[in-house]
């Protein structure tokens, strides 16, 4: 009897020294490289990586535009029914592809931009000295108070209104409903050399809400061809409610990146600014 | 009753001591060295990393510099401002610097109000490019304030590209402008994503907002991706090293690798030179190690087992060998030779053992030869003085008196005690010199028996004991000597008579088992201990308790008896309870 009492304690000192010696090497290596090395297993700090980020417009953080969609209009003078752009479908389609991967890669591919072309060209009954007056007078507006107002877009939406099959759901009304940021890209056929109007300058306009104008010379004109996508780019930044990054005044520039100087630039060589991007994007 | 000592095994010892002290310090060494091995190649992981991220830092630098200096021009003239030099000039300098820079988008003089007056640009759409007012920018102001300047990494779809900002200065070191360029990082990024380390370990560049340059695999992430969601990418972003070592630079990385995480932040344009090398790829050498060296444990674990339990046993079997000699001896056979080839101390030890025995065995032979010689020598005169006494007593030298009678009767028993010694011992020296004669041959037993039990119907009848024999119903032929069985059974009767003290019982019984032929003597005397039992059949032992006192007896019969039956080729036993009685049986084969 003794004798197996003396068995039994040898037997539960010996469990006791392995037991403790066990569990002070797990003390002393755990998370050690040694421990993870021993057992296979690596147990490094636990890692749940939130990659999605919220953007949203610029000056209104409750709207996303994570998921844009933006709707193109080519609508011709009067006067100009017959001057329009050859093959324009497949040119607005090739500049928008990359207007669009420029503005994924500026978002850090958190915003997916797609572009819808209204299939039928709409012919204004207005001719181009109308829409020349209105864009004179917008361009005027638009020194005292940018992107606010433009009565030009007011007069096209009107008359696209209009003209538009609403069966083919292509109103203009922003559908607030659907998951998308909608924006409206109207190219305003005026004819070649209008981009100056009334000795000013012209490569598009926006409007307070989500309209965006260009004319049409910046597809066909050899001389912004290279840039057209960068002005369109441009825009639709204002529809996102960046601000421009230079001077309406005279030719003082904030930036070399799409808001500024950059619009000139080739679509492929601009950048988005960071001090526009650090504001429309939720980390 | 005593209690009987157990003993340990020794064989169980000497193994577990020479396990111990093998696998103990064995394992004490083994965890020892790959503690140092892992840490050892942990630094070392951490040195390489490091090497790795000071190379590619030093090239980024090399690269920074080399565009800078380009950038820093000195006119060999005195004009206060850059405006003042002609435009063609001017034109033909920033042609000749884009082109000794290299990877220059665009380059562009600025006067010193800010005012852009030459431009050469491949990235402008509109030709010739449009000359801005500048003096708002970052890149105009720190370089006309005299500091060089780095922008930020901007991506574009052609790859990623940065400002460069410097200053022009006159012959009397005044500035009068600044140099603006626009440099593309593809040319860096090709050179840096050739950076290896290990098999999978890269290396990638991180801008000063947490987006990647380029990474030297391409899988890792997106040129231009934000990747400041990771902590560890962020905290070198903010300023902090890390070298690998710490706990937190083990880490699980977006591409869901476990890596060893190590980084630098250079300060100049705080992009931030990171490592990642995966754990498996980096202790793979380690690994390899591991498994081997578990491996080699095993099997030095097994050699030490087996060795010591071959050692142990080397050890064991001379002490066995020794010991069972001893047990032998301790039985009384002397011509056992104890055999230990063992060549060292054991050895000497077991031919001493031998010596030992043979002068026991010398000693017995002598003293046997002695025994065997002085009771022969003592045969003769007490038989002859047993006859003489005899004749007197019958009268045969004249007529005795009662006083004469009684003492000679006296010396008579004496005499017969004396040749009942004589005649044992005599019996006890042949058996030992193997000179007692047993003729075994197919006898009838019971024909046999029952001669002697009729022998005793009187001395039985005479101490008040019946002696009761159950005889077989047919005669049993059994392989014997009748002279010695006759001999057998006579001490057998003779003792239950002895020790048999009041009036009882003595049974003659047989039994056939197993080809045997048992014979039972059962008796109701004073029975035996159980540990005078265990001597029983020894020589001259006899039970000695206060009943035996009076009762004569040489402790020769017994020991006589299991002689003449093993000789006979059987078996002989007993079996009593104290008080009540004893049974004393044996056994011969069936003819």
Redo the contacts between chains.
């Keep these: 009897m003794r004798e197996k009492i003396k068995k039994i304690i040898s037997f539960l000192i010996v469990l006791a020294i392995i037991s403790l010696t066990i569990f002070y090497s797990y003390r002393l290596f755990e998370g050690d490289i040694i421990f993870d090395i021993f057992f296979n297993v690596f147990k490094g700090p636990d890692q749940t990586y939130q990659k999605q980020k919220n953007i949203h417009l610029y000056d209104n953080e409750s709207v996303s535009v994570n998921k844009v969609l933006t709707r193109v209009y080519y609508l011709i003078a009067k006067d100009k029914s017959d001057s329009e752009i050859s093959n324009w479908e497949q040119i607005f389609e090739e500049s928008l592809k990359r207007v669009s991967d420029f503005y994924e890669l500026q978002f850090d591919f958190g915003m997916e931009i797609d572009f819808q072309i209204y299939e039928k060209l709409i012919f204004s009954e207005y001719e181009t000295d109308f829409f020349s007056d209105l864009i004179a007078n917008d361009l005027e507006q638009e020194l005292e108070k940018p992107h606010s107002e433009s009565e030009t877009i007011k007069q096209i939406i009107q008359e696209l209104e209009n003209k538009i099959d609403e069966k083919d759901k292509w109103g203009l009304e922003i559908e607030t409903e659907n998951e998308a940021h909608i924006v409206n890209l109207f190219v305003l056929e005026l004819g070649p050399n209008s981009f100056e109007i009334e000795n000013k300058e012209i490569l598009g306009l926006n409007d307070e809400k989500n309209n965006s104008l260009v004319l049409s010379f910046i597809f066909s004109d050899e001389k912004f061809k290279d840039f057209s996508e960068s002005i369109i780019a441009h825009e639709i930044g204002h529809t996102f409610g960046m601000p421009d990054l230079y001077s309406y005044t005279g030719d003082e520039i904030k930036s070399a990146g799409l808001m500024g100087g950059g619009i000139t630039r080739k679509i492929k060589s601009n950048y988005l600014e960071y001090q526009i991007k650090e504001k429309m994007i939720d980390y | 009753m005593p209690e009987i000592k157990?003993y340990s095994n020794f064989r169980s010892k000497v193994l577990n001591v020479l396990v111990l002290t093998g696998v103990i310090p064995l394992l004490i060494i083994s965890v020892i060295s790959?503690?140092t091995v892992?840490?050892t190649r942990?630094e070392n992981i951490s040195e390489l990393q490091s090497e790795v991220i000071e190379g590619t830092s030093e090239k980024i630098e090399r690269y920074l510099d080399q565009k800078i200096n380009v950038f820093n021009l000195v006119i060999d003239l005195n004009p206060e401002n850059i405006s003042g030099v002609k435009k063609e000039s001017l034109e033909f300098i920033a042609q000749g610097l884009k082109e000794a820079a290299g990877d220059v988008?665009e380059i562009t003089f600025v006067e010193k109000y800010g005012?852009e007056i030459v431009k050469i640009s491949?990235?402008?759409?509109?030709?010739p490019?449009?000359?801005?007012?500048?003096?708002?920018?970052e890149s105009f102001k720190k370089a006309i304030s005299g500091e060089n300047y780095f922008g930020?990494v901007?991506?574009?779809?052609?790859g990623p590209?940065m400002?460069l900002a410097s200053q022009i200065e006159n012959k009397d070191r005044n500035i009068i402008g600044v140099i603006v360029a626009?440099i593309s990082l593809n040319p860096l990024e090709r050179e840096a994503s050739q950076v290896k380390i290990g098999r999978e370990g890269f290396v990638y560049l991180i801008d000063e907002?947490g987006?990647l340059i380029f990474s030297s695999n391409k899988d890792f992430a997106?040129q231009?991706?934000?990747l400041?969601?990771?902590?560890q990418i962020k905290d070198v972003v903010d300023g902090n090293s890390h070298n690998g070592l710490a706990?937190?630079d083990?880490?699980?990385n977006?591409l869901n690798q476990?890596v060893i995480f190590s980084g630098n932040r250079l300060e100049r344009v705080k992009w931030s030179v990171i490592s990642e090398w995966p754990?498996k790829d980096a202790?793979l050498v380690?690994?390899v190690m591991?498994e081997g060296f578990l491996w080699i444990m095993l099997i030095t674990l097994l050699l030490i087992v087996g060795s010591s339990l071959i050692f142990a046993r080397l050890v064991v079997r001379p002490i066995e060998a020794l010991s069972k000699g001893a047990d032998e001896i301790s039985k009384g056979n002397l011509d056992y030779k104890i055999d230990i080839g063992t060549g060292d101390e054991l050895e000497k030890l077991g031919e001493r053992f031998n010596n030992m025995i043979k002068i026991l065995k010398e000693n017995e032979e002598l003293r046997d030869q002695f025994f065997f010689i002085a009771t022969h020598e003592l045969r003769a005169p007490v038989t002859v003085t047993k006859a003489y006494l005899a004749m007197i007593l019958e009268g045969e030298y004249g007529k005795l008196n009662k006083k004469m009678r009684k003492v000679l009767e006296t010396s008579q028993n004496l005499n017969e005690r004396l040749v009942k010694l004589v005649h044992d011992l005599l019996e006890v020296a042949r058996s030992e010199a193997g000179k007692i004669e047993i003729e075994v041959e197919p006898i009838m037993a019971v024909k046999v028996i029952k001669e002697i039990v009729q022998e005793y119907k009187e001395p039985a009848a005479k101490k008040d004991i019946k002696l009761v024999y159950q005889e077989p119903e047919k005669e049993i032929e059994i392989m014997a000597d009748s002279y010695r069985l006759k001999e057998v059974l006579t001490n057998l009767i003779d003792n239950a008579l002895k020790y048999t003290l009041k009036k009882g019982k003595i049974e003659i019984t047989h039994e056939i088992k197993d080809k045997n032929f048992i014979t039972h003597v059962k008796d109701q005397g004073m029975g035996i201990s159980k540990k005078d039992m265990e001597n029983l059949f020894t020589r001259f032992y006899r039970v000695k308790n206060e009943k035996t006192k009076g009762i004569v007896g040489t402790g020769l019969g017994l020991f006589i008896c299991k002689e003449i039956i093993q000789r006979m080729n059987g078996k002989i036993w007993a079996e009593s309870e104290l008080g009540k009685g004893s049974t004393f049986s044996f056994s011969l084969p069936l003819a």
Excluded: C, M
């Design positions: 157990k790959l503690v892992v840490k942990l988008n005012k491949d990235i402008q759409g509109l030709t490019a449009p000359l801005k007012n500048i003096k708002e920018r930020p901007y991506y574009t779809l052609l590209v400002h626009e907002y987006s997106r231009g991706e934000d400041s969601y990771v902590p706990k937190e083990r880490y699980t977006p476990k754990w202790f380690v690994e591991i």
